[in-house]
């Protein structure tokens, strides 16, 4: 079965607020985790990434949290923007940099206008 | 960036005929590509690790020979479904890693079988 999952499968923000995914995994040797973002028909964005050995990592609007005593990984969005609505998954690769990455369900993210 | 381009986008194909997608990563070269099969609302399913120069590996309860995998150079793999039939109706898409962790995605194939 999947070894990464995700507690909210759907997500309604209104736009402005701040968003907040959640994913669990189950490999604790996973090494390095990625957020992508998906839109209909087309293939996965990358939007952020974050190494094991750190617990937060910031981009432009988004931060990624690692905790991996509970085995959590994070997506916080701020001020969320209507073209933020995407489905989100988090991805686990183990096996250093020639690892696979094994996906989470996805959540979907609508933001409301 | 890293750019990863797929073709065709969209494919629609008899029963029983064969099809072929390309992925091209354009802008680095890429020693492994990786194929996922995606159903609607679903997750992406790792299919098989193409490598440049030797034999795809495929994960448990994929046809090697159903999905044929060709990587023969460092930019670009290939992925021809033989015999297609239409439970191969799906999404493909192929990332390629640029030499580090991150993999990037092309945009995906609609694999439509009538």
């Known amino acids: 079965g999947e070894s990464v999952g995700l507690h909210l499968p759907t997500l309604s923000v209104q736009e ?7 994913c669990a995994y189950s490999n ?5 985790f990625i957020w992508y973002k998906q839109e209909s028909g087309k293939g996965p964005q990358f939007i952020i990434d974050i190494r094991s050995n750190m ?59 | 960036g890293a750019v ?18 390309e992925c091209r990563s354009l802008d680095f070269q890429a020693t492994t590509m990786f194929w996922y099969r995606q159903f609607p609302k679903k997750s992406l399913m790792l299919m098989a690790t193409s490598n440049e120069g030797s034999k795809a590996t495929y994960e448990q309860g994929v046809e090697k020979d159903k999905f044929l995998i060709n990587h023969a150079s460092l930019t670009l793999s290939t992925l021809t479904v033989t015999s297609a039939h239409p439970e191969d ?18 945009q995906g194939t609609r694999l439509t079988v009538v």
């Open chain 1, 16 to 22: 402005g607020d701040n968003s907040i995914i959640n």
């Open chain 1, 28 to 32: 604790s040797a996973s090494d390095y």
């Open chain 1, 55 to 113: 617990d937060k990592r910031q981009g432009q609007r988004v931060t990624v949290l690692l905790n991996k005593t509970v085995k959590h990984l994070s997506l916080q969005i701020a001020a969320t923007q209507p073209g933020d609505s995407a489905v989100y998954f988090c991805a686990e690769n183990y096996g250093g940099s020639q690892g696979n990455l094994i996906f989470g369900k996805g959540t979907k993210l609508s933001v409301k206008p």
């Open chain 2, 4 to 21: 990863v381009s797929q073709h065709p986008s969209r494919v629609i194909c008899k029963s029983g005929t064969s099809v072929k997608i």
């Open chain 2, 89 to 106: 109706s799906s999404f493909y898409i192929c990332s390629a890693k640029r030499g580090g962790w991150a993999a990037f995605f092309g």
